[in-house]
């Protein structure tokens, strides 16, 4: 063998490795109205050229299906748009399928940025096909719910769900940007509402008191207006966005599994799953955490009256505070057994140390459960 390839060999026997870094950097942009032809956000949106591509949510496009078309005529912008049904039963690789059938009938190219305007259901499904699209293309998501303003907008998980598991097929696939526009909420119906509600009030109870209190005070507000006038809707998507942000960025692939707002997403999933038809992700996230809440006081971590203010923030926001799938105690432990293995063996679970912080904790038995359900039923009647 000639040295020099002896030398490689050599080199690469005692082992080698390759190092990279791969920066990630994505705008979050908040732009009001959207559609109006003088409004250059999404005309203008990078890595896109003379056609737009759109994945939409089919119930969106039904009520913005003209704006977007005279905003697209006015900016002199051909679009190519796939409507895409939007339910828990559709987020799964069957939808994913047409998304990629649809980018290769229309040649998308690798670096043409795809537009997904919709809900959490939309923004995951597009992006997760964005992702394995040849190895990953650009996206921008343009959230129209409040649930996904507040919490899919900011993070970098795209999934669907699959073996009957919730966002079982995923990736952390940051998209180029998002396009913030509250104006989307006011068209929703108040039950999404209430569902973007309780990640918010999820938000506020391990992280921000002046979130809670503004949650407490302004509640029939903010559900009657819809989000849409006055400084106080600004100030709690503002809180709620930024609250996220803080968490995410330093951990925006997760390589640390204690994360806070893990918080209501321990015993919600398999209830959420089983019970797709009358639990949405909200409701189900608030669930969870009036039930962790419930832990907390048991173990004498905060006082009767604190969760007796949690619950009843929680009424005032129309968020359930019981509901027959938190009676079984069976899917319960099922829930935290694979949140434990979604945590890599380690309960995590976070629970309000009092309103506006958490601790983590890793001794739930199956005792704690118990407990909690018998408060969960005494405090959701006691009003
Ligand atoms: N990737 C993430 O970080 C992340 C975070 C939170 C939730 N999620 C996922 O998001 C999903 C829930 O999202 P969601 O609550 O936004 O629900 P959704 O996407 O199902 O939307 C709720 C309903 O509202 C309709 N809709 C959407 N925008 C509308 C508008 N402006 N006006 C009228 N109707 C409108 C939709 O068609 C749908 O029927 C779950 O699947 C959850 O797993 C993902």
Redesign the pocket.
């Known amino acids: 063998m000639n040295t020099n390839y002896l030398a490689d060999y050599h080199q690469f026997s005692r082992g080698g490795r390759i190092e990279t870094s791969l920066p990630v950097s994505f705008f979050l942009k908040y732009s009001s109205s959207i559609f109006d032809c003088r409004n250059k956000s999404l005309a203008s949106i990078p890595g896109s050229g003379e056609r737009k591509v759109i994945i939409i ?4 496009q039904e ?1 913005y299906g003209e704006m977007i078309s005279s905003y697209f005529d006015d900016n002199k912008l051909d679009v190519v748009q796939l409507r895409i049904l ?3 039963e559709e ?1 799964n690789i069957h939808t994913v399928e047409k998304i990629l059938r649809f980018f290769e009938k229309n040649t998308v190219l690798r670096r043409e940025t795809i537009i997904c305007i ?7 499904i597009a992006g997760y096909a964005c992702s394995i699209y040849r190895r990953g293309i650009p996206y921008v998501k343009v959230p ?2 409040l ?2 303003i507040v ?2 907008s900011v ?1 970098s ?3 669907i769900n699959h073996f009957g598991r ?2 079982r097929l995923g990736a952390y696939y940051p998209p180029i940007g998002t396009l913030i526009d509250k104006n ?2 006011k ?3 108040e039950q ?1 509402i209430v ?2 509600l309780g ?1 918010i009030f999820k938000l506020s109870l391990i992280k921000s008191r002046e979130l809670f209190d503004l949650l407490q005070n302004n509640s029939s507000l903010l559900l009657r207006e819809k989000f849409q006038y006055g400084a106080v809707p600004v100030r709690v998507i503002n809180l709620a966005i930024s609250e996220m942000v803080s968490e995410l960025e330093p951990n925006l692939w997760e390589k640390d599994l204690k994360r806070c707002v893990d918080f209501g997403h321990t015993f919600s999933p398999v209830p959420e799953m089983l019970y797709s038809q009358s639990l ?3 409701e189900a996230v608030a669930l969870d955490c009036l039930f962790s809440s419930c832990i907390a006081f048991n173990r004498s971590i905060f006082c009767n009256d604190t969760l007796h203010r949690i619950f009843s923030v929680a009424r005032s926001l129309k968020l359930k505070t019981f509901h027959e799938s938190f009676a079984d105690t069976n899917l319960l432990i099922k829930s935290l057994e694979d949140a434990t293995t979604h945590r890599n063996g380690n309960q995590n679970l976070p629970l309000p140390s009092t309103i506006g912080d958490h601790i983590f904790v890793n001794d739930i038995t199956e005792s704690d459960i118990v407990n909690a359900q018998t408060t969960m039923v005494k405090y959701h009647e006691s009003e």
């Open positions: 949510d089919q119930a969106v009520i939007c339910t828990e987020k919709g809900g959490g259901i939309l923004l995951d129209t719910t649930l996904s919490d899919a993070g998980k795209v999934g919730r966002n989307f909420i068209t929703e119906k999404n569902n973007g990640e949405l992700h909200g």
